[in-house]
């Protein structure tokens, strides 16, 4: 049984910090491919980051040079660091896992396992 918990989601001023975390049981971060998305209130599910086993990354974007992805394998979590926030940032974060870091690229179709979400507010 996987389970992905995340925490760290809150409010924040525009141009503030917040860093997520994704805790896993069940699967282990270090050989396996993981990732966040984003939905906004009336919007798809979007992509938002992802790492795999190899330490590649991927980034969406509208994220790229603000928001960093990383791991702990020791504690079997994996963070999300977002700097520099904006209004249009706020969303429920998800996490998820998948063993290819292109399924997350890919929008997170079929994925098997998914967080709860966690929601980050940017005030302007």
């Known amino acids: 049984q996987v389970q992905l918990v995340e925490s760290g989601g809150g409010l924040v001023q525009a141009g503030g910090s917040l860093r997520l975390s994704c805790a896993a049981s069940?699967?282990?971060?270090?050989?396996?491919?993981m990732g966040w998305f984003r939905q906004a209130p009336g919007k798809e599910r979007e992509f938002v980051a992802a790492?795999?086993?190899?330490?590649?990354?991927r980034y969406a974007d509208s994220v790229k040079g603000r928001f960093t992805i990383s791991r702990d394998n020791a504690k079997n979590t994996v963070y999300l660091q977002m700097n520099s926030l904006k209004p249009e940032d706020t969303a429920v974060y998800y996490c998820?896992?998948?063993?290819?870091?292109?399924?997350?690229?890919?929008?997170?179709?079929?994925?098997?396992?998914w967080g709860k979400g966690t929601l980050v507010t940017v005030s302007s």
């Open positions: 790492l795999d086993w190899s330490e590649i990354t």
């Open positions: 069940g699967r282990t971060v270090s050989t396996s491919g």
């Open positions: 998820a896992a998948d063993p290819s870091i292109a399924t997350f690229v890919r929008g997170g179709y079929g994925m098997d396992y």
